[in-house]
């Protein structure tokens, strides 16, 4: 079977998909990838035969964030239209031959209509439970709430995406020789969304009109070794306190912020630098910080995990059994956020209220004991077949 698996966005949209794919190969089939351009010499790295998409998310930092001026609506417009068509056409030359597409994430705006033009099976999968509508939840908010609000929100939700791309979708869609769209949201979704997240983590909720296939997470086994220095660091003393925020946004204060708190809570840190290129406050020995890092191998070894709220993040920090403080920006990081409050594996800090103060509160409920505890019993019911769930689906549909 050849199988083309597409991705858009940030790292954390893009390495499920690669996760998937590596367990498609496995299995012997012909895999295609579309991925942004910043990816593509790692997917090349890793053998996959990919064709770019999309644009690059990396935001400028330091001096060029802080001058880059916001986007008018114009640019707006124009890069969502130049987005869609891309994405068009991108997937309709990498789809050519294959027998199947699935595509990683709510922002695949072409999948199911290349998929419709060559009369072939398509799947969409979401990385978090709140992507999908429910009265469970509002857009990308927290579990909860009232059912008929929820459900106007969602409504609202619907709106807002047929006034950003319907039309793009069907301008694309006519140069295709396809029929016009009434509403871009359930369109993109389908009847049959896959929810690429953990059981435990990310149960999913009620979704009426959706016959959802909860796959569990796509996670990457990594087998990259730690750097030397690093390796130096984590065995000079006591377990150090993991804080990174990926490809979030941050300032330099935010850096400062965060090894004030580490150290105030008697802990070393190890920063990653992300995106947003944090860096280390003084020479002192009880900080080092990383570039990329092999999460699956670190975290295991640290005290606990300060971080964003990815979905990717939030499931390997709970794999490895240790507590973590999220500082949720956007999208479904709160969600995240909620879901480690409520499992008890951890507690959150707000990105307006991170302080200091608020964060050395966080982390010291965080380290402690009970919540330790819970966070070494979770890490075992976090399952680890997501790949293979979502391969046996292809396979069966294949049949």
Do not use: K
Not at 120 to 138: E, G, K, N, Q
Not at 223 to 246: H, I, K, N, R, W
Not at 280 to 299: R, S
Request: glycine share 10%; with cysteine; hydrophobic share 45%.
């Amino acid at each position: 079977m050849r199988i083309l698996l597409t991705g858009v966005g940030t790292r954390g949209d893009v390495q499920p998909v690669v996760a998937l794919a590596a367990e498609m190969r496995r299995r012997g089939h012909d895999v295609r990838l579309c991925v942004p351009p910043n990816f593509m010499d790692w997917v090349g790295g890793l053998g996959f035969t990919a064709t770019p998409i999309g644009i690059a998310m990396r935001q400028p930092s330091g001096a060029a964030a802080t001058q880059a001026s916001p986007p008018t609506p114009e640019q707006i417009r124009a890069l969502v239209a130049h987005l869609v068509r891309d994405q068009f056409d991108a997937t309709a030359s990498a789809a050519e031959g294959c027998d199947v597409i699935v595509a990683g994430g709510a922002h695949q705006y072409a999948a199911r209509s290349i998929a419709e033009r060559l009369g072939i099976r398509s799947a969409v999968a979401v990385y978090a439970p709140v992507v999908l509508p429910s009265p469970d939840h509002a857009p990308e908010g927290e579990p909860g709430g009232d059912p008929e609000s929820n459900l106007r929100r969602w409504q609202d939700e619907s709106r807002s995406w047929n006034g950003r791309v319907l039309e793009r979708l069907n301008d694309n869609r006519e140069r295709l020789g396809l029929g016009p769209l009434s509403d871009a949201l359930s369109h993109i979704l389908g009847e049959n969304p896959w929810l690429a997240a953990d059981p435990v983590l990310g149960p999913l909720p009620s979704t009426p009109g959706l016959q959802v296939a909860h796959t569990g997470t796509w996670l990457l086994p990594d087998q990259t070794p730690l750097a030397p220095e690093l390796e130096s660091f984590l065995a000079a003393g006591e377990p150090p306190v993991y804080v990174g925020f990926g490809s979030m946004p941050a300032d330099q204060q935010t850096g400062r912020i965060v090894i004030e708190a580490v150290r105030a809570a008697g802990r070393r840190v190890v920063l990653s630098q992300g995106w947003a290129e944090l860096g280390l406050v003084d020479g002192a020995p009880d900080c080092i910080a990383i570039g990329d890092v092999n999460h699956q191998a670190l975290f295991p070894r640290v005290a606990a995990v300060v971080h964003h709220g990815g979905a990717g993040t939030t499931t390997t920090a709970a794999r490895a059994g240790v507590p973590q403080v999220v500082v949720p920006m956007f999208s479904d990081q709160p969600y995240w956020a909620s879901r480690v409050r409520a499992l008890g594996i951890g507690t959150s800090v707000a990105r307006g209220a991170l302080r200091a103060e608020s964060l050395l509160a966080a982390l010291t409920d965080a380290l402690d004991q009970g919540v330790a505890a819970r966070a070494a019993a979770i890490a075992g019911t976090v399952a680890v077949d997501g790949t293979a769930v979502a391969a046996d689906l292809i396979e069966r549909a294949s049949a």
